[in-house]
């Protein structure tokens, strides 16, 4: 067991570096880790210095780093139902030596428990994406439960977003264009209203695999349309516009 600014760092897992603002992230070796969507999510996220914010889903915690260190915000929130994901996340913000990050073990479903909580500005989550019936193996699988609807369905997570979040509050999620009628009927549903869309493509000749919405806590019908974005150019090489969200 390694030790890392007296830090645990277990067997399995890795400290990798964010390389925005020093920040580090532990994460499992062979469990799930964070990828383009997080990242996507964090740029996508119109969060200001003022806002206080929840995660759902959190998983390792990736969003709520990646908003810190682009953002500043007042708190981030991170809930989380595997424990030894909340517990694991716990370590990075000691690891980061950050005091406005928390993470909470706790399911989105407890509506009762998310009444207790201060209302906040902003709520992001990166769900799982391909629904319970679409060829899991093992419920309990943490991989099935970070990639299936096992243990929330889309419903759940903006019902749990209308709850927490204050009057004109803003929804941020990634999720997967074949579910945007999904999303948005249910967002309505829940008197989130769909603001903003922006299509992720591989490259130009492909199809979107990546959609980015913004919805707000009982706002007024207007939508927009950002301008797709576009993963890799022709030739394989990353398109400008993932090397500047990347910081590259």
């Not at 990828?35 to 206080?52: E, M, P, Q, Y």
């Not at 989380?80 to 706790?106: C, G, K, T, Y």
């Not at 479903?109 to 989550?125: A, N, P, S, W």
């Not at 941020?172 to 493509?201: C, F, G, N, S």
Request: glycine residues 6%.
């Amino acid at each position: 067991m390694a030790i890392n600014n007296n830090v645990e760092i277990k067997e399995n897992e890795s400290v990798d570096d964010l390389q925005l603002k020093g920040l580090m992230l532990i994460q499992k070796n062979d469990g799930f880790r964070f990828g383009v969507d997080a990242v996507l999510l964090s740029d996508f996220s119109n969060i200001k210095r003022k806002h206080t914010v929840i995660d759902f889903c959190t998983g390792t915690g990736i969003v709520p780093f990646l908003s810190y260190g682009k953002y500043s915000p007042k708190s981030i929130t991170g809930i989380e139902i595997q424990e030894d994901m909340v517990e694991m996340a716990s370590r990075s913000v000691l690891l980061n030596e950050i005091d406005n990050i928390n993470f909470i073990h706790r399911d989105l479903k407890d509506i009762e428990f998310l009444k207790t909580l201060e209302k906040v500005d902003v709520v992001t989550v990166n769900p799982p994406y391909k629904l319970n019936n679409s060829g899991i193996v093992n419920p309990s699988d943490k991989l099935s439960i970070a990639r299936h609807e096992v243990l929330c369905n889309l419903e759940d997570v903006i019902k749990a977003a209308r709850t927490v979040l204050k009057d004109n509050g803003r929804l941020y999620m990634v999720h997967r264009p074949e579910r945007l009628a999904d999303i948005i009927t249910i967002m309505r549903a829940y008197k989130i209203e769909p603001k903003r869309i922006k299509m992720v493509h591989p490259n130009k000749n492909k199809a979107p695999n990546i959609v980015l919405v913004e919805g707000q806590r009982d706002g007024k019908a207007f939508l927009k349309w950002d301008a797709p974005l576009y993963v890799y150019n022709e030739d394989g090489s990353y398109s400008d516009e993932i090397n500047k969200i990347y910081g590259r």
